[in-house]
């Protein structure tokens, strides 16, 4: 493919994973303008993936959000300590500042960053949560900073008649504030709070797209389900991300610099490995706006 010409559908080559998501493709320079034909294909070998791995895009944060405009608006994310001060829509996973400073690990924002050390799906605390998200490895760890994906299809394929019956219908609350009781966060303030109530969502709901059930929770966020006491609550939540974390489900990505990776927050969690915080890890993320409320399945 010649440099300036747009990528086109016959440039693709798909590379499945993992038996259970995940799939390289190779064929699109980010960079470059997008044929309708090539976006819509990629569209659907993203629903069927779930995630996909687009190795060596050398792409600048502009060029990320403009490649993010094909499969819908770029979120402005609400915490200005999260958000890039040059580029607006990039959501910074980082312990590096944005003057190229190490953070110390118990930072504020590294300290939030770490909790992506947890299973979750973002923006699970959202009326209308994100579609999905596409990172950009800028700097990656080498001493763990590994991201792993599950498959919720195939979770809540796998669940027992029981559990089904248990979260069929149900619901879950997922509050944003929940997370930072869980670190040496600072507590929202009572505006923060006010910003971001928390919200209820189907545990079990239709992805708008393939039409397929998938469960959904987001274990940072969840703080109750409906109809049980606390301690039920967080009982079941720990049952199903842990059956949510069984290797036949979660596909492991070891970054190389310039990976992007974009993901599909309504029928997959993720989680990074722990590493050690001395060493910098910059991830610029953009986040794909939701359009519609989460369906119970
Ligand atoms: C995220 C996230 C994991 C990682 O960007 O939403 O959870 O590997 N990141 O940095
Ligand atoms: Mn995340």
């Known amino acids: 493919m010649s440099a300036l010409t747009e990528a086109t559908t016959s440039d693709l080559t798909v590379r499945k994973l993992h038996p259970a998501l995940g799939a390289e493709v190779r064929g699109i320079d980010m960079r470059r303008p997008l044929d309708p034909a090539t976006a819509s294909a990629l569209q659907a070998i993203w629903m069927?993936?779930?995630?996909?791995?687009?190795?060596?895009?050398n792409v600048t944060d502009a060029e990320h959000v403009a490649f993010t405009r094909y499969f819908g608006e770029?979120?402005?994310?609400?915490?200005?300590?999260?958000?890039?001060?040059?580029?607006?829509?990039?959501?910074?996973?980082?312990?590096?500042?944005?003057?190229?400073?190490?953070?110390?690990?118990?930072?504020?924002?590294?300290?939030?960053?770490?909790?992506?050390?947890f299973w979750h799906t973002d923006s699970s605390y959202k009326d209308i949560p994100c579609t999905g998200a596409l990172l950009?490895?800028?700097?990656?760890?080498?001493?763990?900073?590994?991201?792993?994906?599950?498959?919720?299809?195939?979770?809540?394929?796998?669940?027992?008649?029981?559990?089904k019956r248990l979260v069929d219908g149900r619901k879950a609350r997922h509050n944003f504030g929940h997370m930072h009781s869980q670190a040496a966060l600072k507590p929202l303030t009572e505006e923060e709070k006010a910003a971001m109530p928390p919200v209820w969502q189907p545990i079990v709901r239709q992805h708008?797209?393939?039409?397929?059930?998938?469960?959904?929770?987001?274990?940072?966020?969840n703080d109750e389900v409906e109809g049980m006491s606390a301690d039920d609550a967080?009982?079941?939540?720990?049952?199903?991300?842990?059956?949510?974390?069984?290797?036949?489900f979660v596909y492991t990505h070891r970054w190389e610099t310039d990976d992007v990776l974009m993901w599909d927050n309504r029928c997959s969690m993720h989680q990074v490995t722990p590493f050690d915080p001395r060493e910098r890890r910059v991830m610029h993320r953009t986040t794909i706006v939701g359009q519609d409320r989460v369906m119970a399945g």
């Open 48 to 57: 069927e993936h779930l995630v996909l791995v687009f190795p060596s895009q």
């Open 74 to 117: 770029p979120e402005i994310f609400h915490q200005k300590i999260i958000r890039s001060e040059r580029v607006q829509e990039i959501f910074r996973v980082s312990n590096v500042n944005e003057d190229g400073v190490l953070m110390p690990p118990d930072h504020p924002v590294a300290q939030q960053v770490a909790l992506a050390q």
């Open 136 to 163: 950009h490895g800028v700097e990656v760890s080498r001493t763990g900073g590994e991201t792993q994906f599950t498959n919720m299809y195939l979770v809540y394929d796998a669940l027992s008649p029981a559990l």
């Open 208 to 221: 708008p797209v393939t039409g397929r059930k998938a469960l959904y929770i987001s274990p940072i966020y």
């Open 234 to 248: 967080k009982r079941l939540i720990v049952e199903l991300t842990q059956i949510a974390a069984d290797p036949r």
